[in-house]
């Protein structure tokens, strides 16, 4: 089993920045694709960005393209999202979610039904 756990949620003006970390513990040998996930108030749970394990693979929402960053650092099993440029619409809880190997298609890292282990979630509220 793999643990996930999100931080770095909180309250930020738009325009700001915020860093969200996912750290997974437990069956850490795993190689393990992450994927970032948001659920804003009322909205379904929709796709944000994920990262292969060797970070080769990076895959952006449109929505957040330009403005996210995704990153990791295997040794620290953590994997990070970088927010700038926040907006209102960004508000959300904030989900991390993980898959032990590489999905059959790069087209699938968009997709909740490949994995495995989720986090708790997050808030993030972007308002002045």
């Known amino acids: 089993q793999v643990q996930l756990v999100e931080s770095g949620g909180g309250l930020v003006q738009p325009g700001g920045s915020l860093r969200l970390s996912c750290a997974a513990s437990?069956?850490?040998?795993?190689?393990?694709?992450v994927g970032w996930f948001r659920q804003a108030p009322g909205k379904e749970r929709v796709f944000v960005t994920a990262?292969?394990?060797?970070?080769?693979?990076?895959k952006y929402a449109d929505s957040v393209k330009g403005r996210f960053t995704i990153s990791r650092d295997n040794s620290k099993n953590a994997v990070y999202l970088q927010m700038n440029s926040l907006k209102p619409e960004d508000t959300a809880v904030y989900y991390c979610?993980?898959?032990?190997?590489?999905?059959?298609?790069?087209?699938?890292?968009?997709?909740?039904?490949?994995?495995?282990?989720w986090g708790q979630g997050t808030q993030v509220t972007v308002s002045s």
């Open positions: 990262i292969s394990w060797t970070g080769n693979t990076k």
């Open positions: 979610a993980a898959v032990d190997g590489e999905p059959n298609y790069a087209s699938d890292y968009v997709e909740e039904r490949i994995y495995d282990f």
């Open positions: 437990g069956r850490t040998s795993s190689r393990l694709a």
